[in-house]
Each structure stands twice: as structure tokens, then as C-alpha cells.
């Protein structure tokens, strides 16, 4: 089960292990206390979800719905997972199951929170990679304040790069990116 961990406890671990850490147990944004604290901050008393939940302690830390397509218990997904060798994420017993459309159809939030989701992949923009039931990232952000945290190689052809947006490089991010490109919170406002 992934835990909250004050920053301090991923300062003291290598790239090397973060990423190994990440890779065994399905993990790719590490939930901090400091990055809860933020967040909190910036949702205030807002209505929030969040979309690409995973594994669902960073939506149970902020008290908020917490969604995902379990996309990786999907054939052809789960089989795909299976033959390279890629654990798949363990689902929250939080999670409620549903697309990123579905989700803000639903629940009407005014801020949607998501790390490290994958965009929908469009056949015009193909080296950008994304996959085909990935987050219209640009749908959410027509709905609701969006809050993107994930890291500057990993999500730097997302789409919605072209869109006025905020973005912060905060220390007590971590993640499994190994790249030696920093992790950020991005701020696209309705």
C-alpha cells in the first residue's frame, strides 16, 4: 500500500532507488506530505476529484473522489504489462471506476487533480505519443482548474503545453523519473 511520506524520506533515497521503488510497486508520483499541504491550499473549499488515481492515497489524503479507467486490468493492457515485465498499478479500494469525461461529467468538480496521467493519443500529433483511451486533457481543462504533476521529459509532448498555464518546480516532489529532468506542478485555469 502506498503511503503519504513527508519529503524528507525520499531526499534520503538515490534516483536509482526511487526508480526501482517505483517500478516494483507501480508507482510513479511519490505522495508527500508537502505536496497534500499544497494542494490542499490550492483546491481550498473547492469541489475537487481526482482523475488517473491509481492507487488512490493521494486522493485519500486530500479527502477527495478518487478515479481511474484501470486501464492496466484491461486486456490488451493487463497482457501487455505482463510480457515486458511492468508491474501494473494495485488499485485503491478508494477507486471509482471511470474514465477522466465520465468522472468531471459526474461529479462537476471545479479543480481536477492527476499525476503522472497518460493524454489520448491523436493520430495527427503520433510523435507524441499518448494512448488511445488516455485523458482529453483539453476537455477537462474546458470543465474545471486542472493540476497536472509529472515530470518535464516524461509529459513533455502533452498537448496542452500550447494553453496559458502555471508552472512550479517544487523541491518535495519525487517521482521514478530517473532523466535528470526535474518533476513540476502545472496550473491550467478554466
Known amino acids: 500500500q502506498v503511503r503519504v511520506l513527508p519529503a524528507a524520506y525520499w531526499a534520503n533515497t538515490t534516483t536509482q532507488e526511487r526508480a526501482l521503488f517505483g517500478h516494483r510497486h507501480a508507482v510513479y508520483s511519490f505522495p508527500t506530505t508537502e505536496l497534500v499541504e499544497h494542494l490542499r491550499e490550492l483546491i481550498g473549499d473547492r469541489r475537487a476529484i481526482e482523475i488517473g488515481a491509481g492507487h488512490g492515497a493521494l486522493a485519500a489524503a486530500l479527502d477527495i ?10 486486456a490488451p493492457y493487463a497482457e501487455l504489462y505482463a510480457r515486458t515485465g511492468q508491474p501494473p498499478v494495485r488499485y485503491g ?9 465520465e468522472a468531471v461529467q459526474t461529479y462537476r468538480p471545479q ?6 496521467v497518460t493524454h489520448r493519443w491523436d493520430p495527427r500529433r503520433h510523435w507524441a505519443g499518448g494512448n488511445e483511451i488516455g485523458v ?3 476537455a477537462v ?9 509529472g515530470n518535464e521529459r516524461v509529459h513533455r509532448d502533452k ?18 523519473a530517473h532523466n535528470g529532468t526535474h518533476d513540476f506542478i502545472a496550473t491550467w485555469r478554466r
Open 141 to 149: 481543462i474546458r470543465r474545471a482548474d486542472y493540476i497536472f504533476v
Open 111 to 116: 479543480i481536477v487533480v492527476a499525476c503522472w
Open 159 to 176: 498537448m496542452i503545453w500550447d494553453l496559458p498555464h502555471d508552472i512550479s518546480y517544487p523541491p518535495w516532489l519525487y517521482s521514478r
Open 136 to 138: 482529453k486533457e483539453e
Open 93 to 101: 479500494s478508494n477507486i471509482v471506476a471511470m474514465d477522466a469525461h
Open 65 to 74: 473522489p478518487a478515479t481511474d479507467n484501470r486501464m492496466q486490468e484491461q
